[in-house]
């Protein structure tokens, strides 16, 4: 055997033990959360007690270190926050922690962070089929002043696949109330 062929066997095996002990800690980590669900899950039961997990979501952290720095004065330390939460909130892709982002924008007197924080807390809800999500992005809207949108993200609620009688009623009364208010002409669905 040549002294390159053992090398490469060598590297070989070696990339092995890596790929070993990697997938080794992976198993480990997961049978350790594994536990620690099946000791919860153990501990409600000896109780009696029927317990749902709540479970953080990903922007919620760093928009409690938001209000802390805001409600101490730090605006350096609330904008890095804000941003942290900007990020994991999209990287969730979903309407709510867009929404809670676009609400702490609002909170920090970012009107511009905030409205586009509530156009993609809207789209997550259109694609999500979210009438709550739409709903709120509308209220955003509103409460921007941006009754335009308001208007338009209430079309987009009535447009939603599924939507009962109820939810219909809801967006009628929401564009007359809207309507009547900015004096703007748009045909009622």
Request: glycine share 8%.
């Amino acid at each position: 055997m040549t002294a390159r062929k053992i090398w490469i066997v060598l590297a070989g095996a070696l990339w092995l033990c890596l790929l070993g002990v990697i997938a080794s800690v992976a198993v480990e980590r997961l049978r350790i959360d594994h536990h620690r669900t099946a000791s919860h899950v153990d501990e409600a039961a000896s109780v009696g007690a029927h317990v749902a997990v709540r479970t953080e979501s990903p922007w919620e952290a760093p928009m409690r270190v938001v209000n802390e720095a805001l409600a101490r004065g730090d605006r350096t330390l609330a904008e890095w926050a804000w941003r942290d939460a900007w990020g994991l909130a999209l990287g969730a892709r979903r309407w709510e922690g867009m929404a809670a982002v676009g609400a702490l924008a609002l909170r920090m007197g970012e009107a511009p962070r905030a409205r586009e924080a509530f156009l993609a807390a809207l789209f997550h809800a259109r694609a999500q089929r979210s009438f709550a999500g739409v709903l709120k992005a509308e209220e955003a809207f509103e409460t921007l002043g941006d009754r335009m949108v308001a208007v338009q993200c209430l079309q987009v609620a009535d447009d939603l696949p599924g939507i009962g009688d109820e939810e219909r009623r809801i967006v009628r009364e929401r564009l007359n109330r809207l309507v009547a208010r900015a004096g703007i002409s748009w045909k009622a669905p």
